[in-house]
């Protein structure tokens, strides 16, 4: 039985999307693994996010925290608002109650990627507060460290990412994810997929 990942993601502008879609090609990389695309639910009107100038969602599924139960791992994006997570993953993870009353996701494996607006925009402290979901359910937090060699350490281009996942800079919104972000989102996918599948071996 294939090793499921699923990657669940919020994206008003477009950047966690792109990172998204590199971290489900690199997990699917993984023999066996089977990688999804989620998006949680929307909870602003079409006309406030026209004011927004937000764009059309891309065409990923609406999750269901019951639908998290199926997976055997995961990895959580979202763009940051004042240093952490947005409403919209807030209210989604606020919606999962049950599962943590079950304790249905204990001991599944789950990172974390994110998007800011400039370099001190919060990159760390978003996933960093982030956690604290993880730790309710009894997930395990996978973070990349320094697996990803010298892209870590790039000094003289703009990069975004930690040691706490991928990562990327939207400045005014016309910024898109490099390739050297878009190759740390695939090195995230593929490293979380392979951990979540020898997890899910030993089980």
């Known amino acids: 039985m294939a090793t499921k990942v699923y990657i669940v993601y919020y ?28 998006q949680v639910p929307e909870i602003l009107s079409e006309e406030i996010l026209a004011k927004m100038s937000a764009p059309q969602k891309g065409d990923a599924p609406i999750i269901e925290p ?18 952490m997570m947005p ?17 249905k996701l204990a001991g ?10 400039s370099q001190g925009g919060g990159q760390e402290t978003t996933a960093l507060t982030a956690i604290t979901q993880l730790v309710h ?41 490099t390739e050297l972000e878009l190759e740390q989102a695939f090195h995230q996918g593929k490293y979380i997929a392979t951990i979540t599948k020898k997890l899910k071996g030993s089980a």
């Not at 590199?22 to 695309?37: F, R």
């Open 11 to 38: 994206s008003m502008y477009g950047h966690v999307e792109k990172l998204a879609q590199e971290i489900k090609k690199g997990a699917a990389s993984v023999e066996g693994v089977e990688a999804k695309l989620w």
């Open 66 to 83: 019951n639908d998290l139960v199926e997976a055997d791992g995961f990895i959580f994006g979202f763009p940051t608002r004042f240093g």
């Open 87 to 103: 409403a919209q993953f807030k209210a989604f993870l606020d919606a999962t109650g049950g599962l943590w009353e079950a304790q």
């Open 108 to 117: 599944k494996p789950a990172g974390i990627f994110y998007s800011t607006g």
């Open 137 to 177: 359910h009894g997930m395990i937090f996978v973070p990349i460290g320094y697996t990803f060699g010298a892209g870590m350490f790039e000094m003289e281009k703009i990069k975004g990412g930690s040691p706490y996942g991928a990562g990327t800079f939207a400045g005014d919104g016309s910024r898109q994810p």
